[in-house]
């Protein structure tokens, strides 16, 4: 089992940038893909991002292509989200999930057993 923990978010203009960070604690991370997902108020959660164990996969959603970048770095057992050209519709909480097993997808909640607990990113127009 894994624990995640994110950090990094806050409330920045429309146009401006933030990094989300997710540590991974409990067990080797390098083994483990990961995933960004966020939840709007009276939204389902959705996918945002993924990456397989060793940075060299990576995806988007369409809404943020271009925009976000997610990197890894497995000696410091931690995820990355870089988010530029924010703007008001990606307000939500965005929480980092991962997994280990194989012959897995990326893009769906239930591609993933292990959560964190959620970090807020507001963005104002």
């Known amino acids: 089992q894994v624990q995640l923990v994110e950090s990094g978010g806050g409330l920045v203009q429309a146009g401006g940038s933030l990094r989300l960070s997710c540590a991974a604690s409990?067990?080797?991370?390098?083994?483990?893909?990961a995933g960004w997902f966020r939840q709007a108020p009276g939204k389902e959660r959705e996918f945002v991002s993924g990456?397989?164990?060793?940075?060299?996969?990576?995806y988007y959603a369409d809404s943020v292509k271009g925009r976000f970048t997610i990197s890894r770095d497995n000696a410091k057992n931690t995820v990355y989200l870089q988010m530029n050209s924010l703007k008001p519709e990606d307000t939500a909480v965005y929480y980092c999930?991962?997994?280990?097993?194989?012959?897995?997808?990326?893009?769906?909640?239930?591609?993933?057993?292990?959560w964190g607990q959620g970090t807020q990113v507001t963005v104002s127009s």
């Open positions: 999930a991962a997994d280990s097993r194989t012959f897995i997808g990326f893009i769906k909640p239930a591609d993933y057993r292990y």
């Open positions: 409990g067990r080797t991370f390098g083994n483990y893909r």
């Open positions: 990456i397989n164990w060793s940075g060299g996969n990576t």
